[in-house]
Every structure is written in C-alpha cells, then in structure tokens.
C-alpha cells in the first residue's frame, strides 16, 4: 500500500521559514493536500492540490509538490502556527491516505 | 457553511458494535457531489481514513477494516452511520466525520472520543 513519510518534528524560529516535507513514492504525480491540527482540535484544511489555499488561510502557507516530496511552507513563522501537520493523498487502492504526522515547534 | 457534529457512546464493551452519529446542517446531505467519510485518530497518533459514503448510498472502505465496517445515510435526517463491530481496545479514538469532494476534506466534525474498555 502506498505510505506517506513525514518527519516528527520541525522546529522554526519565530518570524522564519518551516518547511515540512512529505515523502512517497512519485508523489508528484499525484495532488496532496494538507491539513493543521491543534491539540483537541478538529483537522483544519490549509492547502489542497499541492499549492492552493482555501479561503481564511494566510499567504503564508503556501504548498510544493514535485518527484517523490512534496513541501508545505509556513513562512514568517507565528507562534499560532504550532500544531501538527498532516499530508494526504487519494490513492485508488486505500483512498485517502494520510501522512505520518509532524510537529512544529515555534521557538 | 456546512458543519458537521458527530454523536454516539463514549463507551463501548470489547466484541460490541460502536455506532456513531455523523448530522449535518448548513447544507443538504444528498445534494452535490460530496463523499461523507469517518475518520480516527488514536491518541498521540495520526489519522485514519475508516471509509465514506456517497449521497446514492455506495460506499467505499479502508481494506484493513472493511470486513467490520458500515456506513450508511438516512437524508430524511441529514445524517450518515459508522457501525464497527467487533471492536478492542485498539479500536479507542477519537473518530472524525468530514466532507470531501475532490479528494480532500474540506469540513470536519469536532471529533468524539470513543472508548473501548470492559
């Protein structure tokens, strides 16, 4: 089955740049989207189709997807951006399948 | 805007059947072209797509669960089902429904915490 790779933490200066990255197979190939998860909180939706932003979502996520990574950036890094992140694919064999998981940490 | 609110047992006997409640509001169930999915998170852990349901009632599951998954619709209500029988403790999340129509889940439920314990 297809498998999504993140790593488990990330940490950023506050007012830098975080890249999170997220690791499959030919993932460029398919479209990613990505969500932010606070603790107790519901997923919220921050990029889909690698690099668009549904509405209330700041400029400064913005979203890559090329060869076997695909990169979410959080740039001017605040300290509201702390939370988990999570990748996820449509794959036509398990359907939607999520990345492991990264925790970024605004210092 | 659509918001979805799931409801059901917090807890439920090892073997038993958990059944959870996915409503509804802001937008009709049966209308578009959305897929109606539950998804779980056990603690410290990541997410788990469980399966999804479309508005004609056809559904698609995760293979690792499908032989103890349901997932039904009741648009009287506004509603969608998740029944998973023969549940463990591995089974103890906090189960998620969520609206997708692209391939990505543009609306979530706040989450319930089900626990699976004798």
């Known amino acids: 089955s297809y498998e999504l790779t993140q790593p488990l933490s990330v940490s950023v200066a506050l007012g830098q740049t975080a890249r999170i990255t997220c690791g499959g197979n030919?993932?460029?190939?398919?479209?990613v989207h990505w969500y932010q998860q606070k603790p107790g909180r519901a997923p919220v939706l921050v990029i889909y189709r690698d690099s668009n932003r549904p509405s209330g979502i700041p400029e400064r996520f913005s979203g890559s997807n090329s060869g076997n990574t695909a990169t979410l950036t959080i740039s001017r890094a605040q300290a509201g951006d702390e939370a988990d992140y999570y990748c996820q694919v449509w794959d036509s064999n398990t359907l939607y399948i999520f990345g492991t998981g990264t925790k970024v940490t605004v210092l | 805007q659509v918001q979805l609110q799931e409801s059901g047992p917090g807890l439920v006997k090892p073997s038993q059947t958990l059944s959870l409640t996915c409503t509804v509001s802001?937008?009709?169930?049966?209308?578009?072209?959305?897929?109606w999915s539950w998804i779980r998170q056990p603690a410290g852990k990541g997410l788990e797509w469980i399966g999804r349901?479309?508005?004609?009632?056809?559904?698609n599951y995760n293979p690792s669960l499908n032989s103890r998954i349901t997932i039904s619709l009741d648009t009287s209500k506004n509603q969608f089902s998740l029944k998973l029988s023969s549940v463990t403790a591995a089974d103890t999340a906090v189960y998620y429904c969520?609206?997708?129509?692209?391939?990505?889940?543009?609306?979530w439920g706040q989450g319930t915490l089900v626990t699976v314990s004798s």
């Open positions: 030919n993932i460029g190939s398919k479209n």
């Open positions: 802001g937008g009709s169930i049966s209308s578009g072209s959305y897929y």
């Open positions: 969520a609206r997708a129509e692209s391939g990505w889940f543009d609306a």
């Open positions: 349901i479309y508005n004609s009632g056809s559904t």
